[in-house]
């Protein structure tokens, strides 16, 4: 099946002038993202994405394969090659729980493309992911507002914005709640199978302004792109792999310019969606607060470079001590430590 790859090997001799910028445009953009840039590219550097190839050095992580293959692509693609790049920022807080990632795209057709980074394989990132359960905003949603205003103020051009998994909810946020004079440079926003807002907390006089410009991509069998409330257009799209790796954006199918889109969600997926939202919804913020501190503290404690063999050391009797948990604290951990491990495997 066709996915990014494919799309960049056949149509990549077209020019944003001859087909213009799409959906799938929007996917590579936000996969490049990934890309591990810092050190690499500074904040208010200008390079073309062929150039910037010339000058990368790829380490030999086995994770990077379709990486390598995506730069190398658009390196050599007259549909991107030309494209600058600029105002890369990639910023990790342990002390503020943040880890923010975002790149600004100059497109050859008068518009910019605004890619918000999903989360990476540290500690801190999953943290921030999870303070989303209860917190109103994290440090990354408020930078994201920052970083889109910043944009916004300094460019006459009207501009895309997108993102993958965590990407995608700040690209949401990021354009739902930036200064209300500056949406209308805002053309559309792209989020690519990234949780929804969590409507409860959030409340904005902005949002009809760019509510209906929005996009929501949810692969058939995806269940981060159904976290919390979405009042989106909602497209749900194939992939070519199974259950949480459809997350996975370059197993996507492509058709032609578009996605290959299905029917309806999976209805097994959906209802567990459900099931995880009323929980979620259910568990006192003070709790989920106790819960996710807990965690990772506790995944601090092993000096661990990820989550592997979690459950065989769950057990910390002075953490436990420290947060306070009960019985009730100790049976939710549980039942999350094992999905946290589960999509860690998944992804990393």
């Not at 030309?82 to 890369?88: A, D, L, R």
């Not at 039942?335 to 990393?348: E, R, V």
Request: proline fraction near 2%; include cysteine; aromatic fraction near 12%.
């Amino acid at each position: 099946m066709d996915n990014i790859i494919s799309y960049l090997k056949w149509r990549g001799d077209l020019l944003f002038d001859e087909s213009p910028f799409n959906e799938v445009d929007n996917l590579i953009l936000c996969a490049f993202t990934y890309i591990k840039l810092k050190g690499v590219l500074k904040e208010n550097e200008k390079i073309s994405l062929k150039d910037l190839y010339s000058e990368y050095t790829f380490n030999n992580d086995i994770f990077l394969k379709n990486q390598k293959d995506l730069f190398r692509l658009l390196s050599k693609s007259k549909r991107f090659q030309n494209i600058i790049i600029t105002k890369f920022i990639n910023e990790i807080s342990e002390k503020e729980e943040k880890q923010f990632c975002a790149l600004t795209f100059i497109l050859p057709n008068n518009q910019l493309f605004i890619g918000f980074g999903g989360t990476d394989d540290t500690l801190v990132g999953w943290k921030e992911d999870f303070n989303m359960s209860y917190q109103k905003s994290t440090p990354s949603h408020i930078r994201a507002v920052e970083y889109l205003e910043e944009i916004l103020n300094h460019t006459n051009k009207n501009v895309i914005i997108g993102g993958h998994s965590k990407g995608g909810n700040l690209a949401m946020y990021a354009s739902l709640f930036c200064n209300v004079k500056l949406q209308n440079k805002i053309l559309k926003v792209y989020n690519n199978d990234g949780p929804g807002l969590n409507i409860k907390k959030l409340s904005s006089k902005n949002t009809f302004n760019v509510q209906d410009k929005i996009i929501t991509f949810i692969p058939k069998s995806s269940i981060i792109g159904n976290f919390f409330s979405n009042d989106s257009k909602i497209i749900v799209v194939k992939s070519s792999s199974f259950g949480l790796m459809q997350h996975d954006l370059y197993s996507w199918v492509v058709d032609k310019d578009k996605f290959l889109y299905a029917q309806k969600m999976d209805s097994k997926t959906k209802e567990i969606a459900n099931y995880l939202n009323k929980t979620i919804d259910n568990i006192p913020d003070s709790q989920k607060e106790k819960i996710i501190k807990f965690i990772y503290d506790f995944i601090n404690s092993l000096n661990i470079p990820n989550l592997e063999n979690i459950s065989k050391n769950l057990v910390n009797k002075s953490l436990i001590n420290k947060y306070n948990l009960d019985i009730n604290d100790l049976k939710l951990l549980k039942d999350i430590i094992p999905l946290i491990i589960k999509i860690w495997k998944n992804f990393y």
